[in-house]
């Protein structure tokens, strides 16, 4: 178990049923958690779509935040934090124009608080926010323009526009791709 800044108690990986939302589509995914206030045990049960959500995008959300933290525990644990401030905002994240974009600024958020500070992160420096992200996932992560466009929550027009605007910028010769 893990603590979120709130000092309320959830499941380190709300996506870790993602197995079994696949077998009970429409029932979602439970987890058990300990009450912070009794001793006793929670059944929460996260809804399906959510649950799907977050199986698509943690690995990739994984990748990115350790990729600019240069820790493969802090990512994965940004990125299941990130994750978990999604699932307190689900249904408003579902009446957005894109949940897509709403998470991944969540998780980009995350990774700013983390970071901010530790000078490890020069392509953020270099570029744009949305430039910079699009290079690390297009050229380090080795993302289609699709699936950074999913990704993002971003067109794929967008996409294309950031990447060449980056490639373009005159820090281009020292982007460390």
Do not use: N
């Amino acid at each position: 178990m893990a603590r979120t800044d709130h000092g309320v108690t959830h499941p380190k990986s709300l996506c870790g049923a993602a197995a079994a939302a696949r077998r009970f589509p429409h029932a979602g995914a439970t987890a058990r958690v300990l009450s912070p206030v009794a001793d006793e045990a929670v059944e929460i049960v996260f809804p399906a779509d959510l649950v799907a959500f977050c199986s698509r995008r943690r690995a990739l959300y994984t990748r990115y935040s350790a990729l600019r933290i240069r820790s493969w525990t802090a990512g994965s644990e940004i990125a299941a934090a990130a994750l978990g401030d999604l699932a307190l905002l689900w249904r408003e994240a579902l009446e957005s124009p894109s949940p897509a974009a709403l998470s991944w600024q969540l998780l980009g958020m995350r990774v700013v608080r983390t970071v901010r500070g530790c000078g490890v992160d020069r392509l953020h420096r270099t570029l744009s926010a949305r430039q910079a992200d699009v290079v690390l996932l297009r050229y380090r992560l080795g993302l289609t323009v699709r699936e950074t466009s999913d990704l993002m929550g971003l067109s794929a027009a967008d996409v294309l526009v950031a990447s060449r605007a980056a490639l373009r910028s005159p820090s281009q010769s020292r982007l460390p791709l």
